[in-house]
């Protein structure tokens, strides 16, 4: 900018400001390096994940009580590894094994006869079932902002590069430091998006997440047809396997997407 704006010019008025405005750069540049440095070396990122993986699975412990069977012995105190063994690939937690062991004692004297309790059993699948639709939405939701990111950003990264073959043609008839700045920025913006895109990974999240929302709705529709009895007795069974897919597409997807972000070099603890 000062060179475009003629403040490196030694007879130009605001040339003291051209000083001023590469310190300002020199200090930006280094505030996001210490930034960068002290996220890597305290494990920012891979404390997020960890603590977001957490939050998950504790989230999903009263949909998954319910379909444990407390009267069998068992040694293993994470609930997921009892009913998803070994636990779809998630990465151990010890906080959610912690949860798992001290509500224990409550679930199995709260669940001991509760499938044979019809209110039971129409609330809970209503109550689950909701949880299904939001994650659903949720996912839907995803599917759509990160296909309009696409297209968005290819929109104006076509744009940056033809105003840069405009500006390089328009340089030929009328010479000026403006256009010399903008031929050089539009095309190094437009290659930045272009990076942010590909490290975004919205290809992949899009579909994914398009992939999963159909697969929630068509586990909802399953869970309401197996609910569905009318005066005969509810195939309890058909529910709770139907329950246990629902919860099983959500822990895969939670795994694709920590697959998702090993490669990009992250601390995951």
């Not at 310190?23 to 994940?49: D, K, M, N, P, Y």
């Not at 068509?218 to 529910?239: F, K, M, N, Q, T």
């Amino acid at each position: 900018m000062p060179l475009a704006l003629g403040w490196d010019s030694p007879g130009h008025r605001l040339h003291s400001l051209a000083a001023l405005w590469a310190a300002g750069e020199v200090l930006l540049i280094g505030t996001v390096s210490l930034i960068f440095w002290r996220g890597q070396r305290g494990h920012w990122q891979g404390q997020w994940l960890g603590a977001r993986t957490t939050a998950e699975l504790t989230w999903y412990l009263p949909m998954l009580a319910p379909l444990l069977d407390f009267a069998a012995p068992s040694s293993e105190r994470n609930w997921y590894l009892r009913v998803f063994d070994p636990g779809q690939g998630l990465p151990a937690s010890e906080e959610v094994t912690a949860l798992c062991a001290r509500s224990e004692p409550l679930a199995r004297q709260l669940l001991a006869d509760a499938w044979s309790d019809r209110a039971f059993v129409e609330d809970y699948t209503s109550w689950a079932s909701g949880i299904l639709v939001g994650q659903a939405l949720y996912h839907r939701r995803v599917a759509v902002r990160q296909h309009a990111l696409r297209r968005r950003v290819h929109a104006l990264t076509s744009w940056l590069f033809g105003l840069t073959a405009l500006g390089a043609f328009t340089h030929l008839l009328i010479h000026t430091m403006w256009l010399s700045v903008l031929t050089t920025f539009f095309p190094a913006l437009a290659a930045s998006l272009h990076g942010a895109l590909a490290q975004s990974e919205a290809y992949r999240l899009g579909h994914t997440s398009e992939r999963l929302a159909a697969q929630l709705n068509g586990a909802i529709e399953r869970i309401r047809a197996a609910s569905a009895a009318g005066d005969s007795p509810v195939d309890l069974a058909a529910l709770k396997g139907s329950f246990e897919a629902a919860i099983a597409l959500i822990l895969e997807e939670h795994q694709d997407w920590h697959l998702l972000i090993r490669p990009h070099n992250l601390k995951l603890g």
